[in-house]
């Protein structure tokens, strides 16, 4: 199969080269075929229109359709260079467009009047211990260790000692509560901020 295509490839590379006469070894029915460029057609003509009025228009309507012919013969990259080419030529201006949003917007104003009134929960919690009791000094030290990375033992009993002290700072609540309920249990007395 190889030696078919190298043949044919060395075969359809030489200047006499000539499809389907006697001198080729290659029939044509192995070459590829050739693309020939598709007649354009002319567009059809607008809905509702006459003669008489396509006949007069006939010298814009073939200026217009050769550039439509043209246009859409491009690339998607061809088109917006042809698009910013435009832009900067004939000095148009980027505008935002209005879009459909703004309705909405105005009809959930009365929603947020709502909200407001409200007073916003808070969702993010510094969680601070306050105080313990001096015999769940050990266990809740033992817990500031595992809770703060790269702490050691002493750097954890100086922590607890120095009270009152940030264990940790935005938390989610549910975390927030969760170590305060921990934290209680040993016998601490915890502050969420």
């Known amino acids: 199969m190889a030696s078919r295509c190298s043949s044919l490839l060395r075969a359809a590379t030489r200047p006499n080269f000539v499809v389907g006469s006697s001198r080729n070894p290659i029939p044509s029915r192995w070459l590829a075929t ?8 002319t567009p059809p003509p ?6 008489s009025a396509s006949a007069a228009a006939s010298s814009k309507d073939a200026t ?3 550039l439509v012919d043209d246009i859409s013969g491009l690339t998607l990259l061809q088109a917006a260079d042809l ?10 201006q980027e505008i935002a467009m209005p ?3 703004a309705a909405p917007a105005a009809a959930a104003a009365p929603v947020e009047e709502v909200e407001a009134a409200k007073p916003k929960e808070k969702t993010v919690f ?10 769940a000094k050990p266990k809740i030290i033992r817990e500031v260790k595992a ?16 009270v009152p002290k940030t264990l940790k700072e935005n938390l989610p609540k549910e975390e927030a ?16 901020d």
């Open 46 to 51: 607008p809905p509702g229109g006459k003669a």
């Open 34 to 41: 050739a693309t020939e460029p598709a007649p354009k057609s």
């Open 64 to 66: 217009v359709s050769r």
């Open 126 to 135: 510094n969680v601070q211990l306050e105080s313990f009791d001096a015999g």
């Open 99 to 101: 879009t459909a949003a």
């Open 83 to 92: 698009v910013t080419l435009l832009k900067s030529r004939l000095n148009i």
């Open 177 to 192: 509560e969760k170590l305060k309920a921990t934290f209680e249990a040993l016998g601490a007395v915890i502050k969420l």
């Open 147 to 162: 809770l703060v990375p790269n702490l050691t033992l002493i750097d954890a009993k100086k922590f607890v000692e120095s």
